[in-house]
């Protein structure tokens, strides 16, 4: 079974319950979205759609590994990718309001082109769940900071030392001019 459910091939099994049991490499179309982007395992895709009173709901569980580059160094680290989507496929007219979508633990998308594009909805979800940095495991076990002639990276608790060591140690240039406006008032009286 694809990932792409017509609505003709659902309003034919509208009483049963279809079981999705799919391996899809999305690397290409995942790259696409995603220019960083490294490799991909192909992605297994296990769940069911079925209808209920408001339309039909996905639930489907996705696993594979992305490979993507150091937020630190650029070195490739693998993330793994685990998944559960809970999603409610409505037609437009039948789109429930707002309040009621409030009370849904599925997130509710309106079919459009008289299909459920389930691969577009992975992939979205796969998206989303990168987090905003990744790790070599050496960076993580050593907090290592790239550096190199005449710079470095620094954490934002050491940035943050560095500030207050250079509010505590007075400005040396300011030092030489302190003594300066004595001598001028001793001179005048």
Known sequence: MALKLSLDLLQRHLHQTLKIDETVDLFTSLQKRLPELIAATPFEVKGTVRNDNLGW????????????????SLMPVALPINLAIEE????????????VQDDLDE?????ENDQIDLQTAIEDHIILSIPTQIFTADELANQTMPEGEGWSVISEDEYADQLEDEKEQPN???????GLFDDD?????
């Open 57 to 72: 709901v996905s639930h489907l569980k996705i696993s594979g590994t992305l490979t993507l580059p150091s937020t630190r």
């Open 88 to 99: 409610l496929y409505v037609l437009e007219e039948t789109q429930p309001s707002q309040e």
């Open 107 to 111: 997130t509710v998308i309106v079919i």
């Open 172 to 178: 040396p240039e300011f030092e030489k001019l302190k």
């Open 185 to 189: 008032q001793s001179d005048n009286k």
